[in-house]
């Protein structure tokens, strides 16, 4: 457990000029000891999708940038709890939504969408599985690298009908009769099973 040296204030004023002036203890204060519960609060609702330190990390930085200019804003009107609450709220949540955009994808945000996603991924390694060893057994063999090269690495149909040598139209109905002949004996197969 990491000690820390006691850091005393008289004003939200003084404190902040100690944080502009790099005082060690001051940012300690900050960051660890008496703001670091809020600070830890506002990461999880915030952004609950990324780790909490990750978060107080980067607001650091943030605050930081540029010789304390952020902090330099504050007005000592203000109660500086709420101030760095309001302002580490806002700056969680955007920097949260800066994550989700850059990665393009749609934040889970509770532990029900995470099992649901975990359940949807086993789902569809059972069901890749099951296609890869039905295409394994599709005859005849220019159906099958036909439905796996669209399937399987999912390439554009043009490609695939240029390698082929068939027009692409040509390419949906060989990718249909495909189909339908690995539904059929996947289905039979079934059948035999039960």
């Known amino acids: 457990m990491k000690s820390f ?3 005393r204030y008289t004003t939200d004023q003084q404190f902040v ?3 502009i002036a790099n005082d060690s203890k001051a940012l300690e204060y900050l960051l660890y000891d008496r703001f670091r519960r809020l600070l830890r609060f506002n990461a999880m609702k915030a952004a609950p999708n990324v780790p909490v330190d990750d978060l107080v990390q980067e607001l650091y930085i943030y605050l930081s940038a540029d010789n304390w200019t952020r902090l330099k804003k504050y007005d000592p009107e203000l ?3 709420r101030w760095l609450s309001v302002v580490s ?3 969680f949540k955007d920097f949260s939504l800066r994550m989700i955009d850059s990665h393009r994808q749609i934040p889970i945000t509770n532990i029900k969408d995470q099992q649901l996603l975990n359940a949807g991924t086993i789902q569809m390694t059972h069901i890749m599985m099951d296609i890869r060893q039905g295409l394994d057994k599709l005859e005849p063999p220019r159906d099958r690298e036909i439905l796996t090269a669209l399937l399987v690495h999912d390439e554009e149909p043009q490609e695939v009908a240029d390698r082929f040598k068939v027009t692409v ?3 949906y109905n060989i990718k249909r ?3 339908a002949k690995l539904i059929q004996k996947h289905l039979l197969e079934l059948k ?3």
Do not use: G, Q, S, T
Request: negative net charge.
């Open 5 to 7: 040296a006691k850091y």
């Open 17 to 19: 000029v100690d944080i």
């Open 79 to 81: 109660p500086f709890d």
């Open 89 to 91: 709220y806002r700056f």
């Open 169 to 171: 139209d040509n390419l």
């Open 177 to 179: 009769r495909a189909l």
């Open 192 to 194: 035999i099973e039960n």
